[in-house]
């Protein structure tokens, strides 16, 4: 069953994965991600504490979870951008 996750982003961030530069997230595995997974990507500001009403959705393509290489609890997820909402 597919799951929605809506999860906050830097507005650095943001910028890189709509520009396609970041096509990961990396992320405490707090929410048992899946494979296909949406996530609704809203950008924040931390210094205003509010939301800019930009957002996007993605696909989660692969998770990476090997505490070889990550801290215990993290992944990394492969996205796949479905839209763009400026």
């Known amino acids: 069953m597919i799951k929605k996750h ?7 961030y943001f910028n890189d994965v709509v520009e396609k530069r970041k096509t990961f997230e990396v992320r405490k595995n707090d929410r048992a991600y899946e494979v296909g997974d949406l996530l609704q ?6 210094e205003t504490k509010e939301y800019t009403g930009r957002e996007l959705w993605t ?3 692969y998770i990476l979870d090997d505490q070889e290489y990550l801290r215990d609890g993290y992944v990394i997820l492969a996205l796949e951008i479905l839209e763009v909402n400026n």
């Not at 999860?7 to 650095?12: A, H």
């Not at 990507?41 to 931390?46: A, D, S, T, V």
Request: overall charge negative; cysteine-free; glycine content about 0%.
């Open 41 to 46: 990507i809203q950008e924040y500001n931390r």
């Open 59 to 61: 696909s989660i393509t």
């Open 6 to 12: 809506e999860i906050k982003i830097d507005p650095e």
